[in-house]
């Protein structure tokens, strides 16, 4: 029996800003696919760490972040779409839209910046010894891809040479998940899910199965062993096998889907997951893959992006149909976020100071270490 941290870094503001200092606005961050800013001028304004990011597809088709702050007097350049607390939905009233194909005009003095951060103009200002339109560039924030997801990276480390890579951040999950066409795959349909319960415990939840049996009866039905001794003896490098005749994560166990090209064997019948540090859960199927992106909002609340992603080639056939998976993933995910929700209630008790993982729950002591190595030695 292993102690989890304490409960209040699950329930306080102050330790919610120490991770959003020292882990979200330093690590790769999940906070895409490509696939979602696929023409250039295309983009999205996303909340990281308090801070608000601009993500553009540049003329060449490359991705691009920004701060979404002007260089000028500091305003924020893009609003995200639709979000009630932004400034000019607060006021009713309309601010000049902001990105074109080549170009991001601030609204307040109209200084123009190209997709790529670099003024292009200031109205009436020309070039002079202290104007100089190189030195007005936006904040760059660090992008990079892998398997169709964009990450950013608010913040370079202090030695320039010891920069982590997204690679080395992803580690073994890379070459884990080689043969799935990760890269290709496209959403089908996508769930936004609002959970009242802290990240930590959700990543904590994903990395463990010893809840399977009480908490998921539908999924032991085509993943028998899950229920099996906790979910103590599952070999996830090699796959977790079905029950006879089931292959893939739907209510039969089966679906007219074809799998994947290139998968072998073991992957054409069996599940494989991934926890990739520290926002991105993803699940993989013969022929889909349910991929989890968390955004901390509070310390008890999380929004969860699931998208479930599919073949290109089953997409584009008329009678494709991904709500066999979806609704069973809903119901899986639906079962989970109702018990994160009940620890993050039980958790906040004054006599409640800390949980204990059990010996399968051995994989969750990932999250404990994980955050000690960012974070510091923490009290106990
Ligand atoms: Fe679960």
């Not at 049996?213 to 490098?237: I, R, T, Y």
């Amino acid at each position: 029996m292993q102690k989890s941290l304490l409960s209040r870094y699950y329930t306080t503001p102050e330790f919610l800003a120490r991770e959003q200092s020292q882990i979200f606005a330093r690590e790769w961050f999940c906070a895409g696919r490509e696939e979602d800013l696929p023409t250039p001028g295309n983009h999205a304004v996303l909340e990281i760490a308090k801070e608000s990011i601009l993500v553009v597809c540049a003329p060449q088709g490359q991705l691009k972040a920004h701060y979404n702050v002007c260089r000028h007097r500091g305003s924020r350049l893009c609003e995200p779409a639709q979000d009630p607390q932004s400034p000019d939905a607060r006021w009713d009233v309309t601010l000049p839209a902001a990105i074109t194909a080549n170009s991001i005009r601030c609204p307040y003095h109209q200084w123009t910046y190209n997709l790529d951060g670099e003024l292009l103009g200031a109205p009436f200002l020309k070039d002079s010894a202290d104007f100089r339109k190189e030195d007005f560039s936006l904040h760059p924030v660090a992008i990079d891809t892998w398997a169709g997801f964009f990450f950013l990276k608010l913040e370079k480390s202090d030695n320039e040479k010891t920069q982590p890579t997204l690679q080395s951040q992803l580690g073994p999950a890379v070459t884990r998940t080689q043969r799935y066409p990760l890269h290709d795959l496209r959403t089908a349909h996508a769930i936004n899910y609002d959970v009242a319960a802290n990240w930590k415990l959700i990543l904590e939840n994903y990395n463990e199965c010893y809840h399977c049996g009480g908490v998921h009866p539908e999924l032991c039905e085509v993943v028998p062993d899950f229920k099996q001794a906790g979910g103590s003896n599952l070999n996830w490098d090699d796959g977790i096998p079905h029950r006879p005749g089931a292959y893939t994560f739907t209510k039969s166990g089966t679906t007219t889907r074809a799998p994947f090209p290139g998968l072998n064997e073991n992957e054409q019948v069996r599940h494989k997951g991934e926890l990739c540090f520290p926002n991105l859960m993803l699940s993989l199927a013969c022929d889909h893959v349910a991929a989890f992106v968390l955004w901390p909002q509070a310390p008890d609340r999380t929004r969860i992006v699931c998208r479930f992603l599919f073949h290109p080639s089953e997409i584009d056939k008329p009678n494709f149909n991904p709500m066999d998976a979806v609704e069973f993933w809903d119901l899986v995910n639906r079962q989970d976020w109702a018990i994160c929700e009940r620890v993050q209630q039980g958790i906040r008790s004054r006599v409640h100071k800390f949980g204990y993982y059990a010996p399968m729950e051995d994989p969750s002591l990932d999250i404990r270490n994980y955050i000690q190595s960012r974070l510091g030695p923490l009290p106990e």
